[in-house]
């Protein structure tokens, strides 16, 4: 068995049987035997990774639609080209990333070599979440396969149509004996999370990351929390306007409905500014998506119906009654809700306390740009903060004084394609990074190895610590 169907189809006992009995041994069986270390092995997993986004495209996209109404277009940008770009670099700097990293040693350990040798961690958990559920549960176990380890991939049972194209490609494709799917949803993740595991990787909400981090402490398991947060995006005046509005609105909108970890949160400007801010985002939302939006095929729909809930229940908050300056409608049937701009909403809203992860855009004003550092810095540590501004001593101030996973200056989302850029959280946002090569040194354990030979031997290292002795060193 390479999969485990979802807990609607399999007695929860059985699968937390098979979890503990077969593939947990299958899986330490593997990884002692060393193969999943070898070069070639890694090569050849993340070929078949390439060949399941190729050979499959169109089924992949096909899920996401089912599962988000998610645009063809969005899935490749967004899923299928940034796994296969994730890939392809790993392919080409394996070798590279797997060469022991010569360092120099001091005078104390003289003479000796010294260097630090990446190994693998063992056998690891990807949990991964709905909203990206392609990219989000692939990326990880490409950093875990890069490295040499064995994975378990436990997609997000509320992206059914992935994770099960998922289960059946990977099972089609990899290495069953070191790469298993396992389909499920909490009593499944429960059972996972009682193993004990190398590493595990989560991307979701906070409060299941403190279930992960808690089942994780009792094996003392390395964790990684991609987590979520309220991004803020500042919006300064003299800037190219239309610009930065269609770039907000690709960040906010076209990520998903704004159901995307890095989309921006919430929005702040200057009082002055806010109303040509407003117009500008107004009037290219319309050219994206039509006088309409509810009936656009480009933008993707709310998850279901328990999130659809959520954000009404955001939308109908007596709080922001008379706020919403753009949108609000909705469309139950279909889960969708149209981009949705509120101005000036309070901080005691339901939208300003939690994050929103949907369409809903607030908009607060401050009088002196400057104050937004501190609005920002009031909340958690968001996963991303976004500053839009010409102005060389505000941008310098952002980003010494703004705690974000990551800070963007005029653009949305991007950071996140940048390999050469860590991915990840901190404080609230998550703790831990990847992508790239950082993916690459989070599934691996940076072994110090220092050799010496058998010159150099000095007696004053030795008892008996006679004064002579004690006088030399
Ligand atoms: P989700 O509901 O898919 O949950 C994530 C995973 O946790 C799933 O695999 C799910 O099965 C598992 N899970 C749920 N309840 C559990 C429980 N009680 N015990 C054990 N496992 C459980 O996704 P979500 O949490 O709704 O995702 C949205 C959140 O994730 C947002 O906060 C978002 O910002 C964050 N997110 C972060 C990133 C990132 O890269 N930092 C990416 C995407 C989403």
Redo the contacts with the bound molecule.
């Keep these: 068995i390479v999969a485990i169907k979802r807990s609607k189809e399999v007695d929860p006992n059985q699968v937390e049987q098979f979890i503990n009995e077969g593939m947990m041994k299958e899986l330490r069986g593997t990884y002692a035997s060393g193969k999943t270390k070898s070069y070639e092995w890694r090569v050849t997993q993340l070929r078949a990774l390439l060949k399941i986004a190729d050979h499959h495209e169109k089924e992949i996209t096909e899920a996401l639609r089912s599962d988000l109404n998610k645009h063809e277009h969005e899935s490749f940008v967004y899923e299928i080209a940034m796994m296969k770009s994730s890939c392809q670099l790993a392919l080409k700097q394996l070798k590279k990333w797997m060469k022991p990293e010569k360092v120099k040693t001091s005078l104390t350990t003289f003479p000796s070599s010294g260097e630090i040798v990446s190994e693998p961690l063992g056998v690891t958990l990807v949990?991964?979440?709905?909203?990206?559920?392609f990219l989000?549960s692939l990326d990880p176990v490409i950093g875990a396969i890069t490295a040499g380890n064995a994975v378990v991939l436990?997609?997000?049972?509320?992206?059914p149509a992935t994770s099960a194209v998922l289960s059946k490609l990977l099972g089609e494709y990899m290495d069953t004996s070191a790469v298993k799917v396992v389909e499920?949803?909490?009593p499944?993740?429960?059972a996972l999370?009682e193993q004990k595991w190398d590493k595990i990787f989560?991307?979701?909400?906070?409060?299941?990351g403190r279930?992960?981090l808690a089942a994780a402490a009792k094996h003392l398991t390395p964790v990684i929390l991609?987590?979520?947060?309220k991004s803020p995006v500042v919006v300064d005046k003299n800037i190219n306007l239309k610009v930065a509005a269609r770039r907000i609105i690709a960040g906010k909108w076209g990520c998903n409905s704004g159901?995307?970890?890095?989309s921006p949160d919430y929005l702040i400007t200057t009082k002055d500014y806010a109303s040509q801010l407003v117009d500008a985002l107004k009037s290219e939302l319309e050219v994206f998506y039509g006088k309409d939006p509810l009936k656009s095929e480009d933008l993707s729909r709310i998850v279901n119906s328990n999130?659809f809930n959520r954000l009404t229940n955001l939308l109908d908050d007596d709080k922001v009654s008379g706020k919403i300056v753009h949108g609000g409608q909705r469309d139950e049937a279909n889960l969708k809700i149209a981009p949705t701009i509120m101005l000036e909403v309070p901080g005691d809203s339901l939208v300003m306390n939690e994050?929103i992860?949907g369409p809903l855009f607030p908009i607060l004003t401050v009088y002196k740009i400057e104050d937004s550092i501190e609005m920002i810095n009031a909340r958690e540590k968001p996963?991303s903060a976004y500053l839009f501004t010409n102005d060389k001593k505000l941008k310098e101030e952002f980003i010494r004084n703004v705690s974000a996973?990551g800070l963007l200056v005029n653009d949305t989302i991007l950071h996140?394609a940048e390999h050469s850029l860590p991915?990840?959280?901190v404080g609230e946002?998550?703790m831990g990074a990847y992508h790239g090569k950082f993916s690459f040194d989070a599934f691996s354990h940076k072994k110090a190895v220092l050799q010496r030979s058998f010159a150099g031997d000095i007696p004053a290292r030795y008892p008996p610590y006679t004064p002579g002795k004690l006088r030399f060193l």
């Design positions: 949990i991964s979440a709905w909203n990206y559920p989000l436990k997609p997000s049972e509320i992206s499920g949803a909490v499944e993740t429960t999370l989560y991307t979701g909400n906070g409060k299941v279930i992960v991609e987590l979520g947060g159901q995307a970890c890095v999130h994050e992860f996963l996973g996140l991915f990840g959280g946002s998550g």
